[in-house]
């Protein structure tokens, strides 16, 4: 008999190792955020992507360098397209870049056959979970080159508040028909 029962151990081992475990749900590892609380953050947003295009378009050149001194390097002429829809936020974000890109030696044209397209969008996201409501922004710039992305910048930032979220929004509209005689 305990010849018997441990056969049918052995032979449960068995047939247990042979299936598959399920995958176990689990969660991201904790990473950090930037928190929008004030107008500087949409600054320090600002700067940011001043910082990447100057790095992406910008980077020292060891082959034109060779023979150049750096006061010599070309500069880079950027269209900075103003935001589709006015917002606060969005004209607050669009003048900030603009200063920041001076800043940083860009030459900033208001004609767009002069320079490379530089667009940006920023969406609002709202997060699912009712104990951790949280307003997120996630910000996409480009740089184009005709009908081919160039470069593409993308980061996450938290909404400080209700009423920076609300700056955000595209403002209502209405389209009116005008009827004359």
């Not at 200063?99 to 997060?127: C, H, N, W």
Request: net charge negative; with cysteine; charged share 20%.
């Amino acid at each position: 008999m305990k010849i018997l029962y441990a056969s049918l151990i052995v032979l449960c081992l068995g047939l247990g190792a042979c299936t598959t475990p399920m995958p176990v749900e689990t969660g991201y590892p904790l990473t950090y955020q930037q928190k929008m609380r004030s107008a500087h953050h949409w600054d320090v947003m600002a700067i940011d992507v001043a910082n990447w295009l100057q790095d992406a378009l910008m980077m020292p050149n060891l082959e034109y360098d060779k023979g150049h001194e750096a006061q010599e390097r070309p500069t880079i002429s950027l269209y900075l397209e103003p935001p589709r829809y006015y917002t606060a936020a969005g004209a607050g974000f669009y003048d900030l870049l603009t200063t920041r890109l001076v800043e940083r030696g860009f030459i900033i044209t208001t004609t767009p056959s002069a320079g490379l397209p530089v667009s940006y969008d920023m969406q609002v996201v709202k997060s699912g979970l009712p104990e951790t409501v949280k307003d997120e922004i996630i910000v996409n710039v480009s740089v184009m080159n005709a009908d081919r992305y160039l470069l593409r910048y993308s980061n996450v930032y938290y909404v400080g508040d209700k009423n920076q979220y609300m700056a955000m929004q595209q403002p209502a509209t209405r389209i009116i028909e005008v009827v004359g005689p």
